[in-house]
């Protein structure tokens, strides 16, 4: 049933562009490798909400061990462009749904929870969420005070904060963070490394289970430095600290991390003790906030390439791993089914379905599925 109406959307799709010069495009790769995978928009992920609940800014997204899919946005910007709650009838008003949503596959919504609670401190304003193999639900923030990382069990139940909302100490600060953006937990060591983030400038290491300090370096494995640094110019050499955001951290299958130096425009590749492996960079000469934003691999064995969110130019990367030279791209500006505004972070699954989150006025969450 669901694949006759996705027939029918692209149809229907032909038809519009056939009468109208703004109907929306198809994303797709752009490559002269055929191999390069190509992705299609599925325009009912996820389905309706119950209890009238909107999606505010959705500005964390990832994938649990079922292929189920976690979200995370701010129901604080509920409201701020959907219409005065005074003018609705009972029936049809609108409430923010809870912050931390899980969808299956199908794009149903299984539980929701989240929120200030006793023992932690929610953030004033969300922003990432890693789920690990054990499904417990990690969580950051991006207001003015929000300079911790929780964990969670998969139903809610609070276990862990690294550290301590309103107070932070620089990048060399071995116990408090700065606005840290995303994380991912190596699960043979337990250790989380955070991308640490849109204040400090640096990748720390924490313990997963107690949340002892282990390490932490700047950008080519140098101490980090805070120093106000010069705004980035694509006639410059590559600067040696990491710029405005250390937006994502990601550990592939072989044990490399990689980093997303945001408004650098590059991913850069470490070893797990800091050792600096390679960088490569993409869409250079972009400005202003930058394209790396944040990087999941493909779901081969070998992770042959990486999606690379770019909430700038609004495209999908494809970049090939072990080059990092630029493959293909889909996705363009626009609030069509496959088109972005504000995309703010993507996942894979375990059958290379690509899912995406959208900040701002975005406000959405959409599915990618490989032709």
């Known amino acids: 049933m669901k694949q006759m109406k996705l027939i029918n959307i692209t149809l229907l799709a032909m038809i519009l562009s056939a009468g109208c010069n703004n109907a929306p495009q198809k994303p797709t790769g752009e490559s002269s490798n055929n191999s390069v995978p190509v992705y299609n928009a599925d325009p009912f992920w996820p389905q309706s909400l119950p209890n009238n609940w909107l999606i505010g800014q959705v500005s964390g997204i990832d994938v649990d061990s079922r292929d189920h899919i976690w979200i995370i946005h701010r129901p604080g910007t509920v409201g701020a462009n959907e219409g005065d709650t005074s003018w609705f009838s009972k ?48 969580l950051s923030g991006a207001g003015a005070n929000d300079h911790q990382v929780l964990k969670f069990t998969a139903d809610g139940r609070f276990l862990l904060q690294i550290g301590k909302a309103g107070k932070t100490g620089g990048s060399n600060n071995t116990e408090l963070l700065g606005h840290p953006a995303e994380f991912d937990v190596d699960e043979d060591n337990n250790e989380i490394y955070i991308a640490d983030g849109y204040l400090n400038k640096r990748v720390i290491v924490f313990d997963s289970e107690t949340g002892q300090y282990k390490r932490h370096w700047g950008a ?78 493909s779901h081969d064995p070998g992770q042959k390439y990486i999606y690379m969110a770019d909430g700038t130019n609004q495209v999908v990367w494809i970049l090939e791993r072990e080059t990092l030279k630029t493959a293909g791209h ?42």
């Open 91 to 138: 029936e049809f008003l609108y409430v923010p749904a809870p912050p931390v949503m899980e969808f299956d596959a199908e794009g149903k919504l299984y539980r929701s929870w989240g929120g200030p609670g006793e023992g932690y401190e929610w953030p004033e304003m969300e922003h990432g969420i890693f789920v690990d193999d054990d499904n417990n639900v990690w």
């Open 220 to 297: 080519y494995g140098n101490i980090p430095d805070d120093a106000v640094q010069k705004p980035y110019d694509p006639g410059s050499p590559p600067s040696k600290q990491f710029g405005e955001v250390v937006h994502a951290v990601r550990i592939s299958s072989d044990n490399f991390l990689y980093i997303c130096d945001r408004s650098n425009n590059r991913i850069q590749v470490f070893q797990k003790d800091g050792t600096f492996v390679r960088e490569g960079f993409v869409a250079r000469d972009t400005k202003g906030a930058g394209c790396a934003w944040d990087i999941d691999f």
């Open 330 to 371: 889909f996705g363009g500006i626009g609030r069509y089914a496959g088109q972005f505004i504000w995309l703010h972070n993507l996942t894979v699954d375990s059958h290379g379905n690509i899912y995406t989150a959208e900040v701002s006025t975005g406000k959405r969450a959409q599915k990618f599925i490989p032709e």
